[in-house]
Nanobody
Framework: QVQLAESGGGLVQAGGSLRLSCAAS????????MGWYRQAPGKERELVAIITSSGMTNYADSVKGRSTIASDSAKNTVYLEMNSLKSEDTAVYYC?????????????????WGQGTQVTVSS
């Protein structure tokens, strides 16, 4: 089983910055990608940013240009830095990891989710 430990959420003033971190631990054969989703009250969960093991990134249009996603493969950790925060960035942010497992001679893959961390941007 894999655990995703998220940190860095909290209360931030509009215009400010924050850095989220997520570390994966457990019986991991390989991580193919990690990233962040978010869900605001009354809205569907949406992709914020994702990074593959080869370093390719994808950002939601709403955060492009003011966010940077990065990963440290040695630490199985992904980081998300967001600047110029807006009230509409308020949401629960969920870490995701696309994990490849190897058990009993069989490979399998699954997307794992963290518990979520609250980010509140005050105006």
């Amino acid at each position: 089983q894999v655990q995703l430990a998220e940190s860095g959420g909290g209360l931030v003033q509009a215009g400010g910055s924050l850095r989220l971190s997520c570390a994966a631990s457990g019986s991991i054969f390989r991580i193919n990608g990690m990233g962040w989703y978010r869900q605001a009250p009354g809205k569907e969960r949406e992709l914020v940013a994702i990074i593959t093991s080869s370093g390719m990134t994808n950002y939601a249009d709403s955060v492009k240009g003011r966010s940077t996603i990065a990963s440290d493969s040695a630490k199985n950790t992904v980081y998300l830095e967001m600047n110029s925060l807006k009230s509409e960035d308020t949401a629960v942010y969920y870490c995701v990891a696309d994990i490849q497992y190897y058990r009993g001679g069989i490979f399998s893959s699954r997307r794992e989710w963290g518990q979520g961390t609250q980010v509140t941007v005050s105006s």
